[in-house]
């Protein structure tokens, strides 16, 4: 398994949640890497992305304030810290690469009640 996501759950509207992804060395080093999420009949789409380095971040308009993306070169991990937390927030969240993307992981499940 090269990656695997974790830290969803149910919190309710404002609430926090902190997503982590665990990646081998070769999924993660070098690599700009990305958080994406799908919600139920709808695309996946890309939510927030970081830079090998870390040194450069981008979100999508709808997160941009209330999500933050880090990563540890480290130890292989990056996370995603997400606040204020809408129901519109609500679906399965992935990590994988910007590009060169690897088979998925099984993500993990965040669900946002209103």
């Known amino acids: 398994v090269q990656l695997k996501e974790s830290g969803g759950g149910l919190v309710q509207a404002g609430g926090s949640l902190r997503l982590s992804c665990a990646a081998s060395e070769s999924a993660f080093r070098f690599n700009a890497m990305g958080w994406y999420r799908q919600a139920p009949g709808k695309q996946r789409e890309l939510v927030a992305s970081?830079?090998?380095?870390?040194?450069?971040?981008t979100y999508a308009d709808s997160v941009q304030g209330r999500f933050t993306i880090s990563r540890d070169n480290a130890k292989n991990t990056m996370y995603l810290q997400m606040n204020n937390l809408k129901p519109a927030d609500t679906a399965v969240y992935y990590c994988?690469?910007?590009?060169?993307?690897?088979?998925w992981g099984q993500g993990t499940q965040v669900t946002v009640s209103s």
């Open positions: 970081i830079t090998s380095g870390g040194s450069s971040t």
């Open positions: 994988n690469r910007i590009t060169f993307r690897l088979d």
